[in-house]
Nanobody, 118 residues
Framework: QVQLVESGGGLVQPGGSLRLSCAASGSIFSMYDMGWYRQAPGKQRELVAGITNGGSANYADSVKGRFTISRDNAKNMVYLQMNSLRPEDTAVYYC????????????WGQGIQVTVSS
């Protein structure tokens, strides 16, 4: 069992930056592949960025070059640095953990709002 709590969201102007944090507790955090997802009103939840337990990262095309995902296994934390934010980045952002072998073991945070607006 993994518990995930996001923080760092809020309101930012276009072109600004935010850093989201996800604190994990429970099981062995370093074993899990982690990801950030987002869901805008009226849209499906989508993958923003993922990082494997080995540290390999992947990104949605829409955020490549602007967002960076990272993890600190010693602190049980995963981060999403978001730069050059656009209004279309407005969404609820969710942290997700998935066991790399037992893939049905998926855990979600409660989500945090990010609003990009002038």
């Amino acid at each position: 069992q993994v518990q995930l709590v996001e923080s760092g969201g809020g309101l930012v102007q276009p072109g600004g930056s935010l850093r989201l944090s996800c604190a994990a507790s429970g099981s062995i955090f370093s074993m899990y592949d982690m990801g950030w997802y987002r869901q805008a009103p009226g849209k499906q939840r989508e993958l923003v960025a993922g990082i494997t337990n080995g540290g390999s990262a992947n990104y949605a095309d829409s955020v490549k070059g602007r967002f960076t995902i990272s993890r600190d296994n010693a602190k049980n934390m995963v981060y999403l640095q978001m730069n050059s934010l656009r209004p279309e980045d407005t969404a609820v952002y969710y942290c997700r953990a998935q066991h790399p072998i037992w893939s049905s073991r998926v855990y979600w945070g409660q989500g945090i709002q990010v609003t990009v607006s002038s």
